[in-house]
């Protein structure tokens, strides 16, 4: 299992996503102030891009979206489409990301919105 972090960086009103190591991290924790730092949660979409917490995903078979958020033990996406919202809120009802049935359906039908 890979682990790594993204970072959004705000400089002079420009938007920039910074790709960041374990090691890299701990060198650089002091220095991070307020920005939050995204976990790579080991899926990659159908594209094959990386996805970290705090992606939305789109099924563009049937529409349905899906926010990816962190969850005691690791990360989940909301079970209902009702429940996805551009918040980025956590749903009370989510499906593990790890359950083998879920990642191969992010990986084969889902792309990050981008």
Do not use: W
């Not at 220095?31 to 594209?47: A, C, P, T, V």
């Not at 489409?81 to 990986?107: L, M, Q, T, W």
Request: hydrophobic share 35%; with cysteine; net charge negative.
């Amino acid at each position: 299992m890979e682990i790594k972090f993204r970072q959004n960086l705000k400089i002079q009103n420009i938007e920039k996503k910074v790709f960041v190591d374990l090691k890299t991290l701990q060198d650089c924790t002091p220095h991070l102030g307020d920005d939050i730092l995204e976990q790579y949660i080991n899926l990659k979409d159908m594209n094959g891009d990386e996805i970290y917490e705090n992606d939305m995903l789109i099924d563009r078979k049937n529409g349905n979206c899906f926010n990816v958020f962190r969850v005691d033990g690791g990360f989940g996406i909301n079970a209902h489409k009702s429940d996805f919202n551009f918040e980025k809120r956590p749903s009370v009802f989510y499906e593990s990301v790890a359950e083998p049935r879920i990642s191969k359906y992010i990986s084969g039908n889902c792309e990050i919105i981008k």
